[in-house]
Antibody, heavy 120, light 108 residues
Framework: QEQQQPWGARLLQPSETLSLTCDVYSGSLSGYSWTWIRQSPDRGLEWIGEISHSGNTKFNLSLRSRLTLSMDTPTTQVSLKLGSVIAADTAIYFC???????????????WGRGTLVTVS | SYVLTQPPSVSLAPGQTARLTCGGSFIGAKSVHWYQQKSGQAPVLVVFDDGDRPSGIPERFSGSNSGNTATLTISGVEAGDEAAYYCQVWDATSDQVVFGGGTRLTVL
């Protein structure tokens, strides 16, 4: 599996839980935040949420109630769980290394190849 | 919620200068970042903090931000610049990342 390309089940039925994991670059977990972003023709690029190297999280308000982000330092993995999926959750999912500036604004300097997840 | 507005498409001949705009309320007070996404690929950061370039991005790419409009300028567009370009900000009021809808640049 290519590094930083999310892996997990790619075909889900409505109401199931979407689970994706990203193997991030060794050493990157401690120094960066990591963000999940998805893309669909209807919604364009959509920010899902972020997890910092210390485990602090920020979530898209519209997804917050269904969303869990986690990280595992020994395996240098970040993970996403989105519960009760619907067809509108069909998208290409990316994990992206995140630069946070002065604890305020942030941008994404390294994106992995995305993974298409289909809910049908 | 904060909204970023980008024109859906821009078409130019090779060698011309592309000015891709990103509109938002008082966007000049925010830091704007730009991504290039070629067909079937992941986005790539081309400008951060309004006008800085990551290593490896040609000097032909530059950015500016003032008032209610941020602009990504691509000088001397080439066929290889054909892609969708997205602007992005952090909205501190809502604690959310916001992306624009993207502009598809076509090089004729």
């Amino acid at each position: 599996q290519e590094q930083q390309q999310p892996w997990g089940a790619r075909l889900l039925q409505p109401s199931e839980t979407l689970s994706l994991t990203c193997d991030v670059y060794s050493g990157s977990l401690s120094g960066y935040s990591w963000t999940w972003i998805r893309q669909s023709p209807d919604r364009g690029l959509e920010w899902i949420g972020e997890i910092s190297h210390s485990g602090n999280t920020k979530f898209n308000l519209s997804l917050r109630s269904r969303l869990t982000l986690s990280m595992d330092t020994p395996t240098t993995q970040v993970s996403l769980k989105l519960g009760s999926v619907i067809a509108a959750d069909t998208a290409i999912y990316f994990c992206a290394r995140t630069i946070v500036v002065a604890g305020a604004h942030r941008y994404f300097d390294l994106w992995g190849r995305g993974t298409l997840v289909t809910v049908s | 919620s904060y909204v970023l507005t980008q024109p859906p498409s821009v078409s130019l001949a090779p060698g011309q200068t592309a000015r891709l705009t990103c509109g938002g309320s008082f966007i000049g007070a925010k830091s704007v970042h730009w991504y290039q996404q070629k067909s079937g690929q992941a986005p790539v950061l081309v400008v951060f903090d309004d006008g800085d370039r990551p290593s490896g991005i040609p000097e032909r790419f530059s950015g500016s931000n003032s008032g209610n409009t941020a602009t990504l300028t691509i000088s001397g567009v080439e066929a290889g610049d054909e892609a969708a370009y997205y602007c992005q900000v952090w909205d501190a009021t809502s604690d959310q990342v916001v992306f624009g809808g993207g502009t598809r640049l076509t090089v004729l």
